[in-house]
């Protein structure tokens, strides 16, 4: 989304009775990307995602009002899910990050980001 998108968007969840939004899952861009994907439509997710999710984030939760950030999008690495808390994220989701990381990827980012919680 563009800014002007990003910011609807936010506003009406803000209005809205949701209490959370995911920010960066996946997404149709493929700016930044050596190679085109061979399957070039869809959604693309994992690691491209991660620099243009922690620029986003910290515009969305100045917009965001009472509404719960998730951060979702390339992170792979406690040190990227700390990026994200430091960002503006409330919580973080692993997804892609699991299947190359593995499972210790949860410990590491539970370790990673102990004391940087947004109260």
């Known amino acids: 989304l563009d800014h002007a998108a990003l910011d609807a968007m936010l506003a009406a969840i803000d209005a809205s009775p949701a209490r959370g939004v995911i ?6 861009g493929r700016d930044g990307l050596r190679s085109a994907p061979r399957a070039a439509d869809g959604g693309l ?3 491209p995602l991660l620099p243009r999710m ?4 910290p515009r969305a939760q100045r917009l965001a009002g009472r509404v719960t950030i998730v951060a979702s999008g390339g992170i792979g690495s406690g040190k990227d899910a700390t990026a994200a808390l430091d960002a503006g994220a409330d ?5 892609t990050g699991l299947v190359y990381a593995g499972p210790g ?3 590491e980012s539970v370790r990673a980001t102990q004391g940087r919680a947004r109260t």
Do not use: K, P
């Open 23 to 28: 920010l960066s899952n996946t997404t149709v």
């Open 45 to 47: 997710s994992g690691r």
């Open 54 to 57: 922690l620029a986003t984030l």
């Open 91 to 95: 919580l973080v989701q692993l997804w």
């Open 105 to 107: 990827l949860i410990g």
